[in-house]
């Protein structure tokens, strides 16, 4: 029987077949979906302004503070009904455009603007003297279906001027609304209607407030 010789084919000239047949089928594999950017929420365009509203005395305001656990970006949420109280967990596709604490902070400097000359702390120039310190800021849920938007906020108002800064008042304030939806958007708007109502509430409070004696 005679057989017949054929050449050899060089360990290059495999490895080049061999990496060609690879890329050919992996160009048929489907290619990654692209990154999905979480959805970004703030509070909406601020409160309008009472077309009559008085001035008050002058006010000093830098903005609202804020533990670490809520100063980020997350829109948090608590599962009540899994005995998750005491576990606030982040929306991984949603979030705020700033930290909560900044954007409750810009719509109340805004409306105590309509009632008030409000200025930086340590002008020397106001009056009173507000701080405010966010101790919640959450969707809370009840049960699968059901949530509420609960914003917590503790206030104190000093008169800077006075002998040893007096104390004016303080007080805690909070509000709770229903969320339409059982999901990051539905929590985003209950927060906001939250913050305008605790917004509103406050300034009715500091506007309540006795004038600071010298």
């Not at 008030?116 to 002008?123: E, I, K, M, N, Y």
């Not at 800077?160 to 304030?173: D, E, H, K, V, Y």
Request: glycine letters at 6%; aromatic letters at 6%.
């Amino acid at each position: 029987m005679n057989f017949i010789a054929y050449p050899a084919i060089p360990m290059s000239a495999k490895a080049v077949f061999c990496s060609m047949v690879l890329l050919l089928s992996g160009c048929a594999l489907p290619l990654p979906d692209k990154p999905v950017r979480p959805a970004a929420y703030d509070l909406g365009p601020p409160l309008a302004a009472p077309a009559d509203a008085a001035r008050g005395a002058s006010l000093a305001f830098d903005g609202v503070e804020a533990p670490a656990a809520i100063d980020t970006n997350a829109i948090v949420y608590r599962l009540l009904y899994a005995g998750g109280s005491q576990q606030p967990r982040p929306y991984a596709q949603a979030r705020w455009s700033m930290a909560p604490a900044q954007l409750v902070g810009q719509r109340l400097r805004a409306a105590l603007a309509a009632t008030h000359p409000v200025l930086d702390s340590g002008s020397g120039l106001a009056v009173l003297e507000m701080r405010a310190e966010l101790d919640e800021f959450a969707q809370v849920f009840a049960s699968p279906e059901a949530s509420e938007g609960v914003v917590r906020l503790r206030v104190t108002v000093t008169a800077p001027q006075a002998r040893q800064g007096r104390l004016l008042g303080q007080r805690s304030f909070v509000q709770r609304v229903p969320a339409p939806t059982p999901d990051a958007a539905g929590g985003a708007q209950a927060l906001r209607e939250a913050t305008d109502a605790l917004v509103r509430e406050v300034v009715d409070w500091v506007s309540t407030l006795p004038a600071p004696r010298s």
